[in-house]
């Protein structure tokens, strides 16, 4: 991979963004990148829980805009042109969206500037952490054009709604505190070492947990998310019902006693029709 580094160790996927001398923007093999690292993670279940993390002075700086431009013509001047903007922009939005339906937890860690691009992509993940230099900027109104890749849908989900149109009308940086403080980032730390380690940490606790309890909890907690209580505390029973199991309860007991580390069988990987023999 040119754009990203991934290793996997103790069931922990690390996606770390590496292209900091360009500060991390998004371009096509950006996207292509990212789109076919989601899909493989997604089928494996080799790792338990994914930490994205970057390098340099910036989480990214967003959208590539001069790579796009040349890469991709926007045609505005037809409803043929217009319709095929719909649907490139579908396209993409379809990679962050595989962040937020992978099958396993999704932590973001970030340092430096969090732009444009960068906002929709970590508003998709499960648990944000900032390193104190962090701030947060919905860029694309300061460029003639609104966020379209997933900010505005999923900000407004996490924190105040009138500060989402703060900052999505004014193009303001939010920094590490005002977004620890709303509720965007779930722990700020003085320096990127330490907010990586913490989060290592918590994808750790993550990982020793039973798999699929976890892929019940996620599916529970955005289903809750988007519907009502009712709905939502309907769909629980079906979903306990479905994945429930004595042998991991008694395992989590158990192991929890002996002060040992529990055993818990994986994620089956996925296999698609278009896979089978």
């Not at 580094?5 to 996207?31: C, D, K, R, Y």
């Not at 999704?106 to 500037?113: D, F, K, Y």
């Not at 900052?167 to 920094?175: I, N």
Request: charged content about 20%; some cysteine.
């Amino acid at each position: 991979m040119n754009c990203f580094l991934l290793s996997t160790e103790n069931h922990i996927a690390h996606l770390v963004l590496n292209q900091p001398g360009a500060f991390n923007t998004m371009h096509p093999t950006f996207w292509r990148e990212l789109d076919e690292v989601l899909t493989e993670l997604n089928k494996n279940a080799e790792a338990r829980v994914l930490v994205i993390s970057s390098t340099g002075k910036h989480f990214s700086a967003g959208m590539a805009l001069e790579t796009f431009a040349g890469a991709i013509t926007m045609d505005d001047q037809s409803p043929e042109g217009r319709a095929a903007m719909f649907d490139l922009l579908g396209d993409m939005q379809a990679t962050f969206t595989k962040l937020e339906t992978l099958r396993i937890p999704v932590l973001a860690a970030i340092q430096g500037g969090c732009i444009g691009g960068a906002v929709d992509m970590v508003t998709a993940c499960c648990l944000r952490y900032a390193s104190a230099d962090a701030f947060f900027c919905i860029q694309e109104i300061n460029i003639g054009m609104v966020a379209d890749v997933g900010t505005l849908q999923r900000l407004p989900k996490l924190i105040p709604l009138a500060l989402v149109k703060e900052l999505a009308y004014t193009g303001r940086r939010m920094g590490a505190e005002r977004a620890l403080s709303c509720g965007l980032v779930n722990a700020v730390f003085e320096t990127p070492q330490a907010m990586l380690e913490a989060a290592m940490q918590c994808a750790s606790e993550i990982a020793a947990k039973p798999p699929v309890a976890i892929w019940g909890t996620k599916q529970a907690v955005h289903y809750a998310r988007d519907h009502s209580v009712d709905e939502s505390l309907r769909q629980m029973g079906w979903l306990q019902g479905a994945i429930w199991s004595n042998k991991h309860v008694m395992e989590a007991v158990l192991a929890s006693k002996g002060k040992r580390v529990a055993d818990f069988p994986p994620l089956s990987p996925l296999r698609g029709f278009r896979d089978l023999a």
